[in-house]
């Protein structure tokens, strides 16, 4: 009997140990990825499993950032005389466009205006969002290496005739189709609240802001 009583103690204490139990609440993880992944996902871990929730731009983001793409727009039609010329049915979707297009070029120095106000308006902004002021800088890019194909002309001269004034057409082809399939998804990704990432463009629009 003397035994049992020495043990009662240290049975309590064993199984007092045992229901002692240490409980740890996890802390709420949050992941944000950077604002120019299309579309910005913010994901974050909870306590009853991972819930991810969708942030989209605002519309008024959208808008500008369209209104931004129409600069690189209206100086690449200058490329599609050719291809207008031999493809009238074609040439007929761009008639809606058309007294912008004559408001725009009848304004003095109307591209230049517009390149330094979406710079410094927009890109050097910090009242505007990052989404905004990458859409402005990678459309004021593709703007810029619009001019290029101006410039190679003035420089080489490839004349009215011959095969050197084939390839400059084939050129402005080109660079028309693709300056027009880089406005369409553009547009269309602001639209659903993406980034657009333009081939040769992004990169470079991206180091600026």
């Not at 058309?98 to 725009?104: A, G, H, R, T, V």
């Amino acid at each position: 009997m003397a035994s049992l009583a020495l043990l009662r103690p240290c049975i309590f204490h064993h199984t007092h140990k045992k229901s002692s139990t240490l409980t740890l609440k996890p802390k709420p993880i949050s992941i944000s990825f950077s604002p120019l992944t299309p579309p910005p996902y913010k994901l974050t871990l909870k306590n009853g499993g991972p819930k991810a929730q969708i942030t989209s731009p605002a519309a008024p983001a959208r808008l500008i950032s369209i209104a931004a793409y129409t600069l690189p727009f209206f100086n690449s039609l200058q490329y599609g005389h050719s291809i207008l010329t031999q493809y009238p049915k074609f040439a007929l979707l761009f008639d809606p466009i058309i007294p912008f297009l004559s408001f725009y070029r009848s304004l003095p120095y109307a591209s230049f205006i517009a390149f330094f106000a979406l710079y410094l308006g927009i890109v050097r902004n910090p009242i505007f969002s990052q989404y905004v002021r990458f859409n402005a800088m990678q459309a004021l890019t593709l703007d810029v290496l619009l001019v290029l194909p101006l410039l190679f002309q003035r420089i080489f001269s490839p004349g009215r005739y011959g095969l050197a004034f084939r390839v400059m057409i084939w050129a402005h082809n080109a660079v028309f189709i693709f300056s027009i399939l880089c406005f369409l998804y553009s547009v269309l990704s602001c639209l659903l609240g993406r980034t657009p990432y333009l081939p040769f463009v992004a990169d470079a629009a991206a180091r600026q802001i």
